[in-house]
């Protein structure tokens, strides 16, 4: 199982961006799938989060400018960031937590990354 985020990319501030991120593989069953981003020398934070149900949970002062949304028949959750500010810059990370067909269990799934960076 892999997890393929793509996106990313240079945009000045106030622009928009759109991520993407596609589970591949033998997947089961999805039952979140979310966005974290690691700003350079900070900790990994919560962006956002969406059940297979579509619940989504936002980070703090996330909500106003982000929106997650997926489609549960291609295994892809997308994150729409407008107005983007200098301090989203980032790694933006993908993360799932499924199941995949080999396994009897449930575990959490991290894609590689993808690198937002916001100009002012």
């Known amino acids: 199982v892999q997890l393929q985020a793509s996106g990313g990319g240079l945009v000045q501030a106030g622009g928009s961006l759109r991520l993407s991120c596609a589970a591949s593989?033998?997947?089961?069953?999805?039952?979140?799938m979310g966005w974290y981003r690691q700003a350079l020398g900070k900790r990994r934070d919560l962006v956002a989060t969406?059940?297979?149900?579509?619940?989504?949970n936002y980070g703090d002062s996330m909500k106003d400018r982000f929106t997650i949304s997926r489609d549960n028949a291609k295994n892809t959750v997308y994150l729409q960031m407008n107005s983007l500010k200098p301090e989203d810059t980032a790694v933006y990370y993908c993360?799932?937590?499924?199941?995949?067909?080999?396994?009897?269990?449930?575990?959490?799934?991290w894609g590689q990354g993808t690198q937002v960076t916001v100009s002012s």
């Open positions: 969406i059940t297979s149900a579509g619940s989504t």
């Open positions: 593989g033998s997947v089961d069953s999805i039952v979140v």
């Open positions: 993360n799932a937590y499924l199941k995949p067909y080999s396994s009897v269990r449930y575990g959490n799934y």
